[in-house]
């Protein structure tokens, strides 16, 4: 689990602030605690039974990204959390979320 951010502030005279977070995540880790287990389980029923309001992201949510947060990304956590790095699917550390903090 890394974090990476970029910050740049610029005054009124025709430029803009722009605050910038670039998390990398371990596959499978929607909770961000650095491991896959049967918390992430419970994270992802969470964001598919309330959705943002969770306090999960969806990028996170969606272990198998194709888009969606439903079964198949629980499926997903449990193939990680049985065959580790050999999981199907992509390497065990993909997912990049990129969150603009402020516009």
Not at 62 to 90: T, W
Request: glycine share 10%.
């Amino acid at each position: 689990y890394s974090f990476d951010a970029d910050w740049s502030v610029q005054r009124e005279n025709g430029y803009s602030v722009r605050l910038v977070s670039d998390v990398v995540r371990k596959r499978g880790d929607v909770t961000g605690e650095g491991d896959v287990n049967s918390a992430d389980v419970v994270a992802i029923y969470a964001f598919i039974i309330e959705g943002d309001a969770s306090g999960y992201t969806k990028e996170a949510a969606d272990v198998d990204g194709n888009g969606e947060v439903n079964s198949a990304d629980v499926v997903a956590v449990y193939d990680i959390i049985i065959n580790g790095d050999k999981a199907s699917g992509s390497p065990a550390f993909n997912k990049q979320v990129f969150r603009p903090l402020s516009q």
